[in-house]
Nanobody, 123 residues
């Protein structure tokens, strides 16, 4: 599976962005989709995930209530709607695909990774 992330950019605090992760090579419908982020000098951390089996969603505590992950199976695409953005959300955001269908928090559960898209939130 090849993953292409897009939608990043520069936004003011309180604003919104929608990231997209398009899959090619194999259908995304048999993989769970996840988003991770990595800020400068920090480790890559989990943001959100959605299960391919039942659509269950998982969120990091820091983004709950502000970010929403969804998928459009017909388009083989996973989205991350980010609202009420904060400067601390600034990072490179990576999408990933996992063959697991639950407990999707760990990086080790993901087999395929996209190239990353930059998100910068100004104060």
């Amino acid at each position: 599976v090849q993953l292409q992330a897009s939608g990043g950019g520069l936004v003011q605090a309180g604003g919104s962005l929608r990231l997209s992760c398009a899959a090619s090579g194999r259908t995304f419908s048999t993989y769970s989709g996840g988003w991770f982020r990595q800020a400068p000098g920090k480790e890559r951390e989990f943001v959100a995930a959605i299960s391919y089996r039942n659509g269950a969603t998982y969120y990091a505590d820091s983004v709950k209530g502000r970010f929403t992950i969804s998928r459009a199976s017909a388009k083989d695409t996973v989205y991350l709607q980010m609202n009420s953005l904060k400067p601390e959300d600034t990072a490179v955001y990576y999408c990933a695909a996992s063959g697991y269908y639950n407990d999707l928090y760990g990086k080790y559960k993901y087999d395929y990774w996209g190239q990353g898209t930059n998100v910068t939130v100004s104060s």
